[in-house]
């Protein structure tokens, strides 16, 4: 029995004698997330009933920790009036998120319930495409004006840090809220003992930020090489329009390693968690790209057959065809791979493409010469004195061209899809490894035509 549902019969003896002050201690006394994860064994009417009764900041608190589709359902369940007033306590991207999953007639009938300047605020969010940092940032900043005094920022950070994410960070806007400065909570402390001063003339004015119609990745690049922990969002004219959080951008490079992981497995994406996906969608996904990838080994199978006569002719070539197209395959999905991560991470962009071209061609050159002589000793081991050497210099030959050939592909191909606007994880080993055995394939026949015929 899990440690957590020990506490379930305790958890439902206060919800069946009501007992708010015990529940109340409870949801206190652990971390959220450890709350969470000791109702979810409840129902979610049952889970309602508790973060009614107890502090709405610390019920949203633990609320984020719920997996989507518990959100959703405690949402759909509850009273719309009193979720109405649950819903305005959580952040201004977390709640825009989980209204875009809740059944749009419960939606229609929440939004008019809601206070008019959140409702405002989530209509906006909703309006930023999907994948954007508009669409992924939080409205809940500390906003300062760049006339006050360090007297007026203390009172105004006492009146809006309720209901605020962070307030490490002081955003310094004008009066017509564009982005001027920043004050960190550090700066604000050391200037205490003189109240009278003006924050424009102790803020950092060097500021980086982030478009609203950026891609979120962008963002993630931002926090990770200045080590943020918010990047502030602003529109072209530079307004103030959020910030998107070090959580939030965990978050995003979370879900992009799952997806660049599906892709690289030839799989579509999942929008749901792995055991919540039915059989069959998780089947679809899978087959799309299965079926792409079987009729594009068709291609193989035609070459092999207009090479029939050559392969007739001489037997021993067909045993050392899996071993061509699968050192390709591997050589193209590693090449691949070292492009797609430094892609990923922003250690090269389309302008080195020159410069990747020139290092793969001299990393094929000595993968293919090193790969082509561990070739010729398995030919020599295998067939041994009963063929030709002369003869058997096609298997290293053959390597020595899949290899530089595979090593290129592998390398170029994403690049080739970032420039079209694609994602580079697209071209996933399984697909660099069906295009080397094509070209394997083409390049070992050929050279037996060539060396033997």
Same mark, same amino acid.
């Given at each position: 029995?899990?440690?957590?549902?020990?506490?379930?019969?305790?958890?439902?003896?206060?919800?069946?004698?009501?007992?708010?002050?015990?529940?109340?201690?409870?949801?206190?006394?652990?971390?959220?997330?450890?709350?969470?994860?000791?109702?979810?064994?409840?129902?979610?009417?049952?889970?309602?009933?508790?973060?009614?009764?107890?502090?709405?900041?610390?019920?949203?608190?633990?609320?984020?920790?719920?997996?989507?589709?518990?959100?959703?359902?405690?949402?759909?369940?509850?009273?719309? !009036?009193?979720?109405?007033?649950?819903?305005?306590?959580?952040?201004?991207?977390?709640?825009?998120?989980?209204?875009?999953?809740?059944?749009?007639?419960?939606?229609?009938?929440?939004?008019?319930?809601?206070?008019?300047?959140?409702?405002?605020?989530?209509?906006?969010?909703?309006?930023?495409?999907?994948?954007?940092?508009?669409?992924?940032?939080?409205?809940?900043?500390?906003?300062?004006? !760049?006339?006050?005094?360090?007297?007026?920022?203390?009172?105004?950070?006492?009146?809006?840090?309720?209901?605020?994410?962070?307030?490490?960070?002081?955003?310094?806007?004008?009066?017509?809220?564009?982005?001027?400065?920043?004050?960190?909570?550090?700066?604000?402390?050391?200037?205490?003992?003189?109240?009278?001063?003006?924050?424009?003339?102790?803020?950092?004015?060097?500021?980086?930020?982030? !478009?609203?119609?950026?891609?979120?990745?962008?963002?993630?690049?931002?926090?990770?090489?200045? !080590?943020?922990?918010?990047?502030?969002?602003?529109?072209?004219?530079?307004?103030?329009?959020?910030?998107?959080?070090?959580?939030?951008?965990?978050?995003?490079?979370?879900?992009?390693?799952?997806?660049?992981?599906?892709?690289?497995?030839?799989?579509?994406?999942?929008?749901?968690?792995?055991?919540?996906?039915?059989?069959?969608?998780?089947?679809?996904?899978?087959?799309?790209?299965?079926?792409?990838?079987?009729?594009?080994?068709?291609?193989?199978?035609?070459?092999?057959?207009?090479?029939?006569?050559?392969?007739?002719?001489?037997?021993?070539?067909?045993?050392?065809?899996?071993?061509?197209?699968?050192?390709?395959?591997?050589?193209?999905?590693?090449?691949?791979?070292?492009?797609?991560?430094?892609?990923?991470?922003?250690?090269?962009?389309?302008?080195?493409?020159?410069?990747?071209?020139?290092?793969?061609?001299?990393?094929?050159?000595?993968?293919?010469?090193?790969?082509?002589?561990?070739?010729?000793?398995?030919?020599?081991?295998?067939?041994?004195?009963?063929?030709?050497?002369?003869?058997?210099?096609?298997?290293?030959?053959?390597?020595?061209?899949?290899?530089?050939?595979?090593?290129?592909?592998?390398?170029?191909?994403?690049?080739?899809?970032?420039?079209?606007?694609?994602?580079?994880?697209?071209?996933?080993?399984?697909?660099?490894?069906?295009?080397?055995?094509?070209?394997?394939?083409?390049?070992?026949?050929?050279?037996?035509?060539?060396?033997?015929?």
């Amino acid at each position: 029995m899990s440690p957590n549902t020990l506490l379930l019969p305790e958890l439902r003896e206060m919800l069946a004698t009501n007992n708010v002050e015990e529940m109340r201690e409870f949801c206190t006394a652990l971390h959220p997330a450890s709350v969470a994860d000791f109702l979810i064994g409840l129902t979610p009417s049952e889970i309602w009933s508790i973060l009614r009764n107890i502090d709405p900041k610390i019920g949203a608190d633990i609320f984020s920790y719920f997996e989507e589709d518990l959100q959703v359902q405690i949402i759909e369940s509850a009273p719309r !009036d009193e979720i109405a007033g649950f819903i305005e306590y959580l952040p201004s991207d977390d709640r825009v998120d989980i209204l875009d999953e809740v059944e749009e007639d419960v939606v229609d009938e929440l939004m008019p319930l809601l206070d008019p300047e959140d409702r405002q605020d989530i209509r906006q969010l909703s309006s930023y495409p999907e994948g954007t940092c508009g669409a992924e940032m939080s409205t809940d900043f500390l906003a300062l004006r !760049d006339d006050m005094t360090f007297s007026q920022a203390l009172d105004a950070i006492s009146k809006q840090s309720p209901v605020l994410e962070t307030v490490y960070y002081l955003y310094v806007l004008n009066s017509v809220d564009r982005l001027v400065g920043l004050l960190s909570a550090k700066e604000l402390l050391r200037h205490i003992g003189t109240p009278g001063a003006l924050i424009r003339d102790y803020m950092k004015t060097d500021l980086i930020t982030i !478009d609203a119609g950026a891609d979120r990745e962008d963002a993630a690049k931002l926090v990770a090489k200045y !080590d943020f922990i918010a990047v502030p969002v602003v529109d072209h004219d530079g307004r103030m329009l959020g910030i998107i959080t070090h959580d939030d951008v965990l978050d995003t490079i979370i879900e992009e390693m799952a997806e660049n992981a599906h892709l690289s497995a030839a799989v579509a994406p999942l929008a749901d968690p792995y055991l919540a996906t039915d059989l069959w969608t998780l089947a679809r996904k899978r087959f799309t790209w299965l079926a792409i990838l079987l009729f594009g080994a068709v291609t193989t199978a035609l070459i092999l057959n207009g090479f029939d006569s050559v392969s007739k002719k001489i037997v021993w070539l067909v045993a050392f065809l899996p071993m061509i197209v699968s050192t390709g395959g591997n050589t193209g999905g590693q090449s691949a791979t070292l492009v797609i991560t430094a892609l990923a991470t922003g250690e090269i962009t389309l302008r080195d493409w020159w410069r990747i071209v020139h290092r793969e061609v001299l990393m094929g050159v000595l993968l293919g010469v090193a790969m082509g002589a561990c070739g010729l000793i398995n030919a020599l081991l295998i067939m041994g004195r009963s063929v030709p050497l002369t003869h058997l210099m096609v298997v290293p030959t053959a390597v020595f061209f899949v290899v530089f050939s595979s090593n290129l592909t592998g390398a170029l191909l994403p690049l080739i899809f970032q420039r079209i606007g694609w994602d580079p994880a697209l071209m996933s080993n399984p697909f660099v490894a069906g295009i080397s055995d094509t070209l394997g394939t083409l390049i070992y026949m050929l050279l037996a035509v060539i060396f033997l015929l």
